[in-house]
Nanobody, 127 residues
C-alpha cells in the first residue's frame, strides 16, 4: 500500500521559515517524480514545486520562486519543501504528490498529472 505522509507544518510569523517533509512508502521512490501543492480555504489546489526522480531537476510556481526550495533524498524516500520568507498568503494545507516517471517529464503542474497524494499538513502564516 502506497503512503505519502507529510509533516512539518505549523504556525509561523510572516518572514519566518518552515521545512515540510513527505515520507513515502510502498513504492520505488526513485521511479517517481514528486510535487508539492497547496490549497487555501475557498480556493482550488495550486501547484507549488516539483522535483524530478533524481533530484537534479526542479520547477516552481512564480509565487514561491526564490523563497521555496524543493529537494529529495532517495535513500530516505523523502521529499522536502524548505519555505523561507513566508507570507500570510502562503497559508494553506500543503500536499505532496507522486507522478510516475513512466508518465513522462517531471515538469507537471496540474493536480491531475499526479497519481498518489498525501493527507496534507497545515501551514499558517500570521501577519
Amino acid at each position: 500500500q502506497v503512503q505519502l505522509v507529510e509533516s512539518g507544518g505549523g504556525l509561523v510569523q510572516a518572514g519566518g521559515s518552515l521545512t515540510l517533509s513527505c515520507a513515502a512508502s510502498g513504492l520505488t521512490f526513485s521511479s517517481w517524480h514528486m510535487g508539492w501543492f497547496r490549497q487555501a480555504p475557498g480556493k482550488e489546489r495550486e501547484f507549488v514545486a516539483a522535483v524530478g526522480w533524481s533530484g537534479a531537476s526542479t520547477t516552481y510556481a512564480d509565487s514561491v520562486k526564490g523563497r521555496f526550495t524543493i529537494s529529495r533524498d532517495n535513500a530516505k524516500n523523502t521529499v522536502y519543501l524548505q519555505m523561507n520568507s513566508l507570507k500570510p498568503e502562503d497559508t494553506a494545507v500543503y500536499y505532496c504528490a507522486g507522478r510516475s516517471r513512466l508518465r513522462g517529464t517531471y515538469y507537471a503542474t496540474q493536480a491531475a498529472d499526479y497519481y498518489y497524494w498525501g493527507q496534507g499538513t497545515q501551514v499558517t502564516v500570521s501577519s
